[in-house]
T-cell receptor, first 113, second 110 residues
């Protein structure tokens, strides 16, 4: 069991470039999440998907789009990267959201110059 | 507004020196309080879930407790390998959104 996997591990983008962060889980979880973590701000929810075929906005969705490709995969897309999107991005999954714990991937460290 | 506040922001202990980390929360209808451990450069690792006041859970040198307004993570006789940032989180009332505190960075010196 790999748990939650994320690719890439590191990425450097120039302002205005686009990219997609990939996330996959092999725990047969229904719910998946994307967070960003910034110094002094803690973990903040960007988007989540309670089940295959559904997505909802979290606390900081502006500048991002998501796709729940199937039950295993949930991708996060930056259409036009900005320096403010420099952060560490984490994907997580859970059985069915509340009240169950979420399991996190190793993260993607993104720098936008 | 639902909030999770952790204190202290940072804590330095000597090996063997027991202490507690605090997580206070304001949320309508608690549906679970979660503790995570995060090592530098890694994702948060799930430790405990507490669902109701009075509940306690233990794992090695860690013990989590819950009251109606706060949770404590007690660390007994810590070792240097316990050094990490500890995060707590609660589900935002009426939603599927997990709200995190900013964490307590624990350093245990040998």
């Amino acid at each position: 069991n790999a748990g939650v996997t994320q690719t890439p591990k590191f990425q450097v983008l120039k302002t205005g470039q686009s990219m997609t962060l990939q996330c996959a889980q092999d725990m047969n979880h229904n719910s998946m999440y994307w967070y960003r973590q910034d110094p002094g701000m803690g973990l903040r929810l960007i988007y989540y998907s309670a089940s295959e075929g559904t997505t909802d906005k979290g606390e900081v969705p502006n500048g991002y789009n998501v796709s729940r490709l199937n039950k295993r995969e949930f991708s996060l897309r930056l259409e036009s990267a900005a320096p403010s999107q420099t952060s560490v991005y984490f994907c997580a999954s859970s059985v069915v959201g509340s009240p169950y714990e979420q399991y996190f991937g190793p993260g993607t460290r993104l720098t936008v110059t | 507004e639902d909030q999770v506040t952790q204190s202290p922001e940072a804590l330095r202990l000597q090996e063997g020196e027991s202490s507690s980390l605090n997580c206070s929360y304001t949320v309508s209808g608690l549906r679970g309080l979660f503790w995570y451990r995060q090592d530098p450069g890694k994702g948060p690792e799930f430790l405990f879930t507490l669902y109701s006041a009075g509940e306690e859970k233990e794992k090695e040198r860690l013990k989590a407790t819950l009251t109606k307004k706060e949770s404590f993570l007690h660390i007994t006789a810590p070792k240097p390998e316990d050094s990490a940032t500890y995060l707590c989180a609660v589900y935002q009332g009426g939603s599927e959104k997990l709200v995190f505190g900013k964490g307590t960075k624990l350093t245990v010196n040998p």
